[in-house]
């Protein structure tokens, strides 16, 4: 995409309709793939999110749009129904002059605006045990509030971005290539994925046979995605909503297991510092079905684990696809990098898979 232009950024922020007549803006927040802006009052009152859509990521930005709008409409009825804060517990979306979800700047970009969630604080890290509980607690409401949306009605931003069987197909495709011909020093590597050919297919087959139901899912929770009130410390606001999609509670349980029941990074070269920590898969557990058991029955409970499982398991898999094929897909700083985030997360895998029996114990009674 081009870069943004101070003249581009002044006609994407005179098309939306705010409130109030709009100054100045500036680059905000750590996000790594849409263009994000704070866009003052010119009376400095308030502020409002602008960003630029990533249209390589995201090719419909219409049908991206289509379900934040959903989503969040949905959420404010839901959340004003219980008599909470819809200005501040959810996105509020921000339509253009002419009425529109989004602006298009004639050069291949789209632009959305959101209302400002003003004293909140985003985690990038777990600090403490309360922190992972409270980010827990608020995906889990999150999917609780969802439960009665008609998930098949969304959107698929991503295209089979969590169909585990595919990641692995591709896979093997990218193996049989072999084009930078780093295939012969992964043995251990490839072997612990095709050990795990089978595991791959259970999600997607329990949902194809009706077992479990499809569900709203973010697709994408990271602390980070979790706006927690700077007074309160009690997470309040799901943001980044690009990937909400159709798909499977375990997806999205799974992906803050596999981001947040470790202690180590997600590049850590020497594999003996890494450990799956059952204690913080205990916490983030509690937290989540404080907020959504009661919308799961014990199928959906017992693929929680099963989403650990597999949630870790694909993203190694594609750092090792990615490795395969020249490191194009994820950033790297270093060579190996992506060899050494795979690893870690079969890691991770491999220590799920000795504790998978108090997983699933755990899910099933807290």
């Known amino acids: 995409m081009k870069p943004v232009t101070e003249e581009l950024l002044r006609q994407a922020a005179a098309a939306f309709a705010f409130d109030a007549p709009a100054g100045e803006a500036a680059r905000y927040g750590a996000g790594h793939i849409n263009d994000t802006f704070a866009v003052w009052a010119a009376d400095r009152s308030k502020r409002w999110i602008l960003q630029r859509i990533n249209t390589d990521t995201f090719t419909d930005p219409a049908g991206l749009m289509e379900n934040v709008a959903g989503v969040t409409s949905y959420l404010r009825r839901q959340i004003a129904a219980r008599g909470g804060d819809p200005e501040r517990e959810t996105l509020n979306v921000i339509p253009t002059r002419d009425g529109k979800l989004y602006y298009d700047d004639g050069q291949g970009g789209a632009w959305r605006a959101y209302g400002f969630v003003e004293g909140t604080v985003c985690l990038q890290k777990v600090e403490n045990e309360r922190d992972f509980y409270t980010v ?12 009665g949306y008609p998930a098949a009605t969304l959107h698929e931003t991503i295209a089979r ?19 930078m011909g780093r295939a012969k020093a992964l043995g251990p590597e490839i072997a612990f994925i095709r050990a795990r050919e089978a595991d791959c297919h259970v999600l997607v087959d329990q949902l194809a046979a009706g077992v479990l139901p499809l569900r709203v899912t973010h ?39 596999r981001f947040g029941a470790n202690d180590c990074a997600e590049d850590e070269p020497d594999q003996s510092k890494v450990h799956f920590s059952l204690h913080l898969y205990e916490v983030f557990t509690r937290g989540y079905m404080a907020a959504a058991g009661s ?20 993203c190694g898999i594609r750092f090792l696809t990615d490795y395969l094929e020249g490191d194009h897909y994820f950033k790297i700083s270093r060579p190996d990098q992506n060899l050494d985030r795979a690893r870690t997360q079969f890691t991770l895998v491999a220590g799920m898979e000795r504790d998978f029996d108090e997983m699933t114990r755990l899910a099933l009674t807290l």
Request: charged fraction near 25%.
């Open 136 to 147: 827990a607690e608020t995906f889990g409401n999150f999917q609780k509030q969802l439960a």
């Open 161 to 179: 971005f969590h169909d585990t069987p595919n990641r692995y197909a591709n896979f093997e495709k990218a193996l049989a290539a072999d084009v």
């Open 219 to 257: 697709n994408d929770t990271k602390l980070n995605n979790v706006l927690i009130d700077a007074a309160s410390g009690k997470g309040i606001c799901v943001i980044d909503l690009d990937t909400v999609m159709p798909g499977l509670s375990a997806y999205d349980f799974g992906d803050s297991i």
């Open 295 to 314: 919308a799961m029955d014990e199928a959906e409970r017992r693929s929680l684990p099963w989403g650990a499982k597999l949630m870790t398991l694909e």
